[in-house]
């Protein structure tokens, strides 16, 4: 078999493929996968079944408790939380989702592919995206179930544009923990560690916050780091756009941390994707 | 060729003299103990698991004392730790018991439970085994939580019995508990998502017990079953034990639930775990 009998058969060519590969497609096609992963898994069931969990473990038995000690509406109150607690869950299936994919050599793979570094990252973000819209509409849905209700105009609230305003933020906050997450997963050694390391803060940070009791009901040598750490600081800010009080001072914190956020992610995925090609 | 017969035994092998039949209640008991000390190990061994069923336990046990202490103080006015420890003795037993279960599926995946059965050892003494390290398991994350509650202000106000008491207690509702996670184990398929749900079960059951908010702020409807549902009554015996209080009602409930989970569990698991060692 001579070499020019080789290159008159188009199959055996060598060298890459004539077509201009289309890193478009090559996104799409990762993020449709990325999807019927998310879909297979059950992710979708799991993204309602968080914030309704919440809400029933935590509205049913306190709600006549927290009546007694403070004089609010605990499904009012609840809204923010539980809209945080369906961007954590999209956090944690992200940072899963990774580190599996790390663990069974799919990074690395597709490093060795001919397509751009930044688009395997790019289908995640957008599996991640797509997950985030169903689980904050799942969030609000529950809410709604509960007994929450934006509060009018005329009854001293902003009505439905400062609801729109509050799941904004929530959204912008969950997207940077979803994309930190993505980043943990692909530097952290194993799924298992990765649970830990976004379960263990995000418990934390939710049972330290605002979010569940007022203020003025924890002891007051922990207030100051109840008052000013991040979850406390998004779940007012949602509180103030509900109610039409939202300003750049008390917008501020939010957008910082956000912000944060994005950095901190970008600094896993540059380290990831480096772990990934060594 | 006598000679092999009165050799005396070589490299720790006892000599075939010394063997009990795999039947009998002796190599029962001996193997028993040996399987436990392997699961223990294995337990150990297993750092993540570890901070999963004590690390946690404790830091849970933490944020309800700093987060709800003094609203549940306020709306009981008694002290809300007396309900906390409790609760977070018996949930860490529960979440405990899945690992286990977990850790029984995988050895399944891969086999083991297959070589067991074919070894000259008692057919039940695996299985005992793994309820027995439950059981020790339970004993020892109840003596570092209770420790762990003595920080946070906990006491055994009711002198020495009293305080035995909740260790027995704890002890008996995590065995009966790991009897039911081992059984549903050893009875589903091997890919089946037995940890979702039954985490899902735990965490129902830990929100939803007078050890978390006071049956009486339950809505109406839910008291009934949050009065009677099996952490419930463990958890107020232990209350009244450490702190004082009526509990005989809540003894013998907690009686029937151990024992009518202890008798339910029995049979499917040991005819599970007998399918689940042939089956592949």
Redesign the interface.
Known sequence: MTAATVAAVPSMELGPPKGRINPLQQWWVLTVRGLLKVLRNGEFIFAFLSPA?LA???Y???????A??ATIDYAQYLMPIIMLQSAAFVASSAAMRSAMDGQEGVHTRFRVMPMPAVIPFLARSATNLVLLLVALACGLVTCLIMGWRPVSVEDGGAGVAGAAIAVALVGMIGMGLALCADGIGLVAKSP??TS?LVAFPT??LG??STG??PLN???EW?RGFVQYQPISQVTKAMREALSGLLDWNRLAPTVWWSAGLFVVAAILLVIGTRRAVR | MTAVAERPAQDGVAPAADLLPESSFGAWWRQTLILTGRQLLVAVRDVPTLIQVLIFPALTMLMFKVVLGDVVGSATGMDSIYGTVPLVILTSAMFGSVVSATRLNMERKTGLLGRLYVLPINRGADFTARVLAESIRALLTTICLVAAGFAMGFRFTQGIGPAIGIFVVAVAFGTAFAMLTLALAVNSRPGAPLVPYLGLLSSLLMFFNSGFSPVDMYPGWLQPIVANQPMTPAIDLMRALAVGGPVMSNLIKVTIWVVVLTVLTTYPALRGYHRAAVGR
């Open positions: 969990l029933i473990c935590f049913l038995p306190l709600r006549k408790a927290v007694e000690v298992e560690a830990q418990l934390i049972m330290l569940f009791i009901q924890f002891p922990i």
